[in-house]
């Protein structure tokens, strides 16, 4: 029985001359200034406006009405995904941040307001909320998950648009890849490197033995390569190596893991992973009766390990060391002070989480308002303006974030030491600010730890 | 119906009716990209577009319509397995995984993971292909059990997968860091300067100003076309017929010399080769993929847009494709407006709203647009209630689903006003 091919032939080779036929733009690189422009879809041509009162001409395209006197900015989160809890507590500080800036007159007389959207930690999901959204946002406040900015990164390079990624991948400070990004705090290697060193420390040995763990991706293999290097650079002997092995939400991965850490007889263990992977293993070895000294990265780390009915909350507190890219809730800092103040206000609870919220907003503030005094708030505009950042204060909440120079230089070395503590309200209290570790200090920087693939 | 010919019986479009109403929908679906102001017109500044709905040619409706394409295609491939052949299987996924790093592999250059580096007149058909062979490596012991038991087998095949992409970290990049799949770029062999490449704006003609997302979604067009008619004709060829006995009572075809084994490997194959391409589309398409991106949720959707769509209807699944997909963003814009109703102020349809939409934790809502934080369900989660739903809906209620219901529409209007 034959096709009527008559049509469908006729069909086909419509498209294929179709798309034989189409030449391609010039200018094939992404550079501004090429011949082909509009890479974005909404893109309506510039306004020159001029605000009331003011005597500037301010340009702007997306995400930025000067007659409603608003700027949109957009977060890329992950609300009820794997960090739902702690992204959700990062966006509340972003909102409670805002808030207050706008009460006091804003950008210049102009609000800026959030838009929020749910990836769920999905990559496909990712790329489709930012598509929809980067005709209606000036630049991103957060992106969340690595492999997730990296999809959106060729994107944001084309488009001219500005993202500050939520995560903290030792990559991003590559120049290569970073042209779009303002990464900021300490990296998942360097924190492991401080965390290590302060353990050795703590425990007061000579050359203890140290088992190091982690999830596969960007965030577990980062941290555990900076663990290798430390247990390297301070001659620590690797008794496991359990690096990539625990799988999330598969038991026999952590039964395995747990039988090779508790083997091993480790005085130190440093272990990255999410909050219920880290509790899976710990309380298995800590049931084989293992004692040891724990740390892991600072989002392995999750305040129901000390609640009131947690089965591990008093072993946990006596072996965990943790770590903060900024300053904790208790902190003293002027920073840490006005996130307290502003987010009891809010009537929202105590956790340590916000001050990420604080700081990426502080770092978009500072962009904005550059953007604004140039005069150019487009979506290269504030890119523009991103660039010319030289260095960001929080007042004490995170340390200096600096963003000229090379990277082994500017690259943060210094974060907070916390230990748990079953009396507090945010479960964990500091005992170190602004620490470096020797090793930190002294590690030459000169790429991401862990190569992100392909 | 009165035929005349044998051809006009088995034709595929039969009516004069439906063959115009096919011509102007596939005319306008080639035109949504033409509809973005600025799509027609020489020079710099180039303002002219087609008239039409110009919200479908933005950036994210039309990513959102190129989804829909690619999802068809694989939706094809289970309808013709699970509607057509009338074996169940949940293992989707994992052709569609398969498909995606079969075209990794041969399409994106060696580095630090596999890959050859060949152009996509390759690395697209080998992405149907492996996965069509697996297919019926896989067969035979699928064809021995039917129902419960085969979605089981099938099932299983999907961890199989999640495990193999996890730990083949040399073809994957790893769990969560996962790697970047092959741009949509024509060239002949490796050259520097692809041919003709679909990511980035162009001009053709001179005249007719595309950004590379209406490239993208043309191509995907006329893949899907093709697939259209490969599906529609298969249903009235001598396999699709075999199909459709052993679906109806698989002994009795067997009884009458329908060789079970064979028509049931042939299924597997031809669904897993559709899957494979789809995968290898939405991978391409994304730009990147993570393992966790291959998991059973996947094949749920698919047997989603099967099942509510119409088993054993192309159009149906073409329907019940743009339904799931389309569904979220709906679902979110609706919300969105009820938002807004709520925000302008007192009236009868806000305090209505206002029960269903929930904004912060004070507030109490049956939907939150603050997920995490507002109480009621989220989004997704909205999603999810509403397919399983659906699902059962429709199989209680119109077991052809969304082209049954097409049909009770369509009938009940043939014979207006002396409907009955």
């Not at chain 1, 060729?154 to 995560?167: E, H, N, V």
Request: some cysteine; aromatic content about 12%; overall charge negative.
């Amino acid at each position: 029985m034959k096709i009527k091919s008559k049509w469908l032939s006729i069909f086909l080779v419509l498209g294929l001359v179709l798309a034989a036929c189409g030449g391609d733009g010039e200018g094939t690189t992404t550079t501004a200034g090429s011949g082909d422009e509009t890479t974005t879809t909404e893109d309506m041509g510039e306004d020159t406006t001029t605000t009331e009162g003011e005597m500037m001409e301010i340009a702007t395209d997306v995400g930025v009405d000067l007659e409603a006197g608003t700027i949109t900015v957009g977060l890329l989160s992950d609300l009820t995904g794997p960090f739902g809890p702690l992204v959700t507590a990062i966006v509340a500080g972003h909102n409670a941040y805002w808030t207050q800036v706008n009460a006091t007159g804003g950008i210049n007389g102009l609000t800026v307001n959030l838009e929020t959207v749910d990836t769920v930690y999905d990559v496909t999901n990712h790329v489709q909320f930012y598509e929809e959204l980067k005709g209606e946002v000036v630049a991103f406040g957060h992106s969340t998950g690595s492999p997730h900015t990296v999809a959106i990164n060729s994107d944001l390079q084309a488009d001219g648009i500005l993202a500050i990624p939520l995560t903290w991948y030792s990559g991003w400070t590559d120049p290569a890849i970073n042209s779009n990004l303002l990464p900021h705090g300490t990296p998942y290697c360097i924190e492991a490197m401080n965390n290590i060193e302060y353990m050795v420390g703590l425990s007061g040995l000579e050359s203890p033995t140290i088992a190091i763990a982690s999830i596969p991706g960007d965030y577990g293999l980062d941290s555990a390569e900076g663990a290798l290097l430390a247990a390297d650079a301070l001659g620590l002997e690797v008794v496991y190596n359990g690096v990539g092995k625990v799988i999330p939400n598969d038991e026999t991965t952590y039964d395995e893991v747990a039988a090779g850490i508790v083997g091993s007889d480790a005085d130190l263990v440093f272990y990255t992973a999410t909050p219920g992977a880290f509790s899976a293993v710990y309380g298995r070895a800590i049931a084989a009766g293992f004692t040891a000294m724990w740390s892991g990265a600072s989002p392995s780390w999750n305040p129901a390990f000390v609640a009131e009915d947690s089965a591990i909350r008093e072993a946990i507190a006596r072996d965990f060391v943790g770590s903060s890219y900024y300053e904790p809730w208790d902190g003293e800092s002027a920073g840490a002070a006005n996130v307290r103040e502003v987010m009891t206000a809010a009537g929202a609870p105590a956790t340590d989480y916000y001050g990420e919220g604080f700081i990426e907003a502080s770092i978009l503030h500072q962009v904005l308002q550059a953007a604004y005094d140039s005069g150019d708030m487009t979506q290269a505009g504030v890119l523009a303006a991103a660039k010319t950042l030289t260095s960001v204060e929080f007042d004490g909440l995170g340390p200096t974030e600096v963003y000229t120079g090379e990277p082994n230089d500017i690259v943060q070395r210094s974060q907070w030491m916390t230990r748990p503590s079953l009396e507090s309200e945010t479960g964990t209290m500091i005992v170190e600010s602004n620490y470096t570790s020797d090793i930190a200090a002294a590690y030459e920087f000169t790429g991401a730890c862990y190569v992100l693939e392909g | 119906m009165l035929y005349t010919s044998y051809e006009a019986d088995q034709a595929m479009v039969n009516t004069t009716t439906k063959r115009v109403a096919l011509f102007l929908f596939v005319v306008f679906l080639v035109a949504i990209p033409l509809f973005r102001e600025g799509a027609i017109g020489g020079g710099d500044n180039p303002t002219g577009s087609l008239p039409g709905p110009s919200f479908l040619a933005e950036g994210d409706w039309l990513r959102l319509l190129a989804t829909v394409l690619i999802f068809a295609i694989g939706g094809l491939g289970l309808n013709i397995l699970t509607g057509l052949a009338g074996q169940v299987s949940l293992g989707h996924a994992f052709f569609m995984g398969l498909g995606a790093y079969v075209a990794a592999v041969f399409g994106m250059p060696g580095g630090g993971l596999w890959g050859l580096g060949l152009p996509i007149w390759i690395w697209l058909p080998l992405a149907g292909l492996i996965p069509a062979i697996i297919g019926v490596l896989v067969a035979p012991t699928a064809v021995r059990v039917r129902g419960l038991y085969l979605a089981i087998v099938t099932l299983g095949l999907v961890f199989i997968g999640e495990y193999l992409w996890r730990n083949l970290d040399f073809i994957t990049g790893g769990s969560q860091s996962g790697r970047s799949h092959p741009p949509f770029e024509f060239r002949l062999w490796k050259e520097e300067e692809p041919l003709i490449s679909f990511a980035e704006d162009g001009t053709w003609f001179g005249i007719l100003n595309l950004d590379s997302t209406g490239k993208t979604y043309l191509f995907l067009l006329v893949l899907t076309v093709l697939f259209i008619v490969f599906a529609k004709n298969l249903q009235r060829t001598r396999v699709g017929r075999a199909f459709m006995s052993i679906r109806d009572r698989d002994i009795a075809a067997e009884v009458m010399g329908v060789n079970e084994f064979k028509y049931k490997t042939l299924a597997f194959a031809i669904s897993s080769f559709f899957a494979g391409v789809s995968g290898a589309l939405l991978a391409s398409f994304v730009g990147r993929s993570i393992p966790e991106t291959w998991i059973l949720f996947l094949s749920v959707q698919f047997i989603a847009i099967v099942l509510i769509g119409g088993a054993g209807t192309v159009s149906g699944t073409l329907m019940g494709s743009a339904f799931v997909i389309l569904l979220p963003r709906i679902i979110r814009d609706v919300t969105g407006w009820m938002q807004d109703v709520v925000d302008a102020g007192d009236s009868f349809l806000a305090s209505i709203f206002d029960f269903v939409v929930s904004t912060d934790q004070a507030d109490f809502g049956l939907v939150n647009t603050a997920p995490g934080v507002a109480p009621g369900l989220g989004i997704d989660q909205l999603n999810l209630v509403i397919y399983g739903l659906l699902i059962i809906g429709f199989l209680i209620f119109e077991p052809l689903g969304l082209y049954g219901i097409w049909l009770r529409i369509r009938n009940y209007w043939k014979g207006w006003p002396f409907t009955y």
